[in-house]
């Protein structure tokens, strides 16, 4: 299973608007009743929070609609997306390679962990507060994910390990990683709060992390694979225009699906 990120202070479930609903469904879920899924908390998550940008629990709190907030935190996890990519693109060529390309070359022979964290800062560099926060834990943790580091945490085994990862999962790959990451800790850090003041059963808390991750991760798979099958992801110049409009594109789409929950996804 995915980590959720680590928050020194849990983010308050907001009330209000479809808030209300939401907690009302999280509520029969937790208690079997009303038949429903993992999906259905996801999609009233999305759409109670006015999309995948996050802002503070005082501007969503109600009914949350589209803000020129959000839709600068929309077009940050595009450009993560875009940058990632391009970072992976990149590998071929070698780790030192892939870090001159995002313009953080200074990074050559570091270990393991600070070169992942130093990536993921870069990318969420335009960000602040809580939204850089979540953007920039599902990016490092993505990373880790990718290079399956086992005891050796220095800069070669970084570039084997993410090379190898790479040549078996493709760029689509490090994407899902990255956005099932950040989906999941979108959603659950909105609802963790209900969700433990509803039952204090660990199994239960658990058992719903697990089918909340599940389902943003199908999510996540079939809106990625969706647009592959309309072009390859290899071959394309991430950092240009086009790269940065097909980041665009999966972002702009895989919000429309989890709102909407109308190409499928996980039941």
Known sequence: MIKPMGTSKMMP????????????????????????????????????????SLRSPSTISGSAGGTAAGGRSGRSVSRAVSGLAGFGSALGGGLTHALNSLGI???????????????????????????????????QQALYNAA????????????????????????????????TQYVFDRVWLLIEEYVTNRTDDEADISNLETAIEQSCRSNVHEEVEHHKAEGSYENLDWFGPDGHRIAESVVTDLERRLKEAVRGGAR
């Open 13 to 52: 479930t907001p009330r209000g608007g479809q808030w209300t609903g939401l907690k009302s469904t999280i509520s029969s879920y937790l208690s079997g009743t009303g038949n429903v899924t993992p999906q259905q908390i996801i999609r009233e998550t999305i759409n109670a929070a006015g999309g995948l």
């Open 148 to 179: 399956e580091l086992a005891g050796d945490p220095s800069y070669e085994n970084l570039e084997a390990s993410l090379q190898t990862f790479l040549a078996r999962e493709g760029i689509e790959g490090l994407i899902e990683l990255f956005l």
């Open 105 to 139: 070359e200074d990074l050559q022979g570091k270990p393991a962990g600070e070169v992942i964290s130093k990536i993921a800062d870069h990318l969420s560099d335009d960000l602040s507060g809580m939204e850089r926060d979540v953007l920039r834990s599902a990016l």
